[in-house]
């Protein structure tokens, strides 16, 4: 299977802070269709995963655009140019390039 | 807009089955898509456990294959999840989703004596 490594385990930042987190794949996520399924979702307090990011970059409509996703092959990473009090949560890579389809083990963002 | 609900009982006893029904509302599942299940244990960790296609095919978790079967019902526009041989490993909160894109608010699972 392949594993993901998203760092850091936690996350606390005040409202206007950027924020970044990292997830690393054990082996290439390029697939043979010469498409990269990583895909981020944010769990928030109470709530059921929401998407947030398909194929490393791409917002889903309704997602706000201080999110960005960036990477390629094995290493990719979360942005938030400014976090707002709605950001706090567990946002989750998971790819689907390799079958079984496997997450990272999360990562918490706390606001101060 | 797309729903989905997961239903079951929220608590199943060791050496049992776990029998779970996701209801989709607002897209017909033979229309497109992968419809998954997906589980997290406490701690965080999450696992995708397999899918039944649009088209009505499978694919499961290896490390479930022999336990798990997910099926379907068309006419209620329904997707089922049936674990077997069930242990407290399997306590988990589970969600039905489809792909990865729209998850339903999820059934937390006991397993307990």
């Known amino acids: 299977d392949v594993v993901m490594t998203q760092t850091p385990v936690s996350l606390s930042l005040a409202i206007g802070q950027p924020a970044s987190i990292s997830c690393k794949s054990s082996?290439?996520?390029?697939?043979?269709?010469?498409?990269?399924?990583l895909n981020w979702i944010l769990q928030r307090p109470g709530q059921s995963p929401k998407r947030l990011i398909y194929q490393v970059s791409k917002l889903y409509s309704e997602v706000p655009d201080r999110f960005s996703g960036s990477g390629s092959e094995t290493e990719f990473t979360l942005k938030i140019s400014r976090v707002e009090a709605e950001d706090l949560g567990v946002y989750y890579c998971w790819q689907g390039t390799h079958f079984p389809l496997t997450f990272g083990s999360g990562t918490k963002l706390e606001i101060k | 807009e797309i729903q989905l609900q997961e239903s079951g009982p929220g608590l199943v006893k060791p050496s049992q089955s776990l029998s779970l029904t996701c209801s989709v509302t607002?897209?017909?599942?033979?229309?497109?898509?992968?419809w998954s299940w997906i589980r997290k244990f406490p701690g965080n960790k999450m696992e995708w456990m397999g899918y039944i296609s649009n088209s009505g095919s499978t694919n499961y978790n290896p490390s479930l294959k022999i336990r798990i079967s997910i099926t379907r019902d068309t006419s209620k526009n329904q997707f089922f999840l049936q674990l077997n041989s069930v242990t407290t490993e399997d306590t988990a909160t589970y969600y039905c989703?489809?792909?990865?894109?729209?998850w339903g608010q999820g059934v937390m699972v006991t397993v307990s004596s």
């Open positions: 989703a489809r792909y990865g894109t729209h």
């Open positions: 082996q290439s996520l390029l697939g043979t269709s010469g498409k990269t399924f």
């Open positions: 607002g897209y017909t599942i033979t229309s497109g898509y992968d």
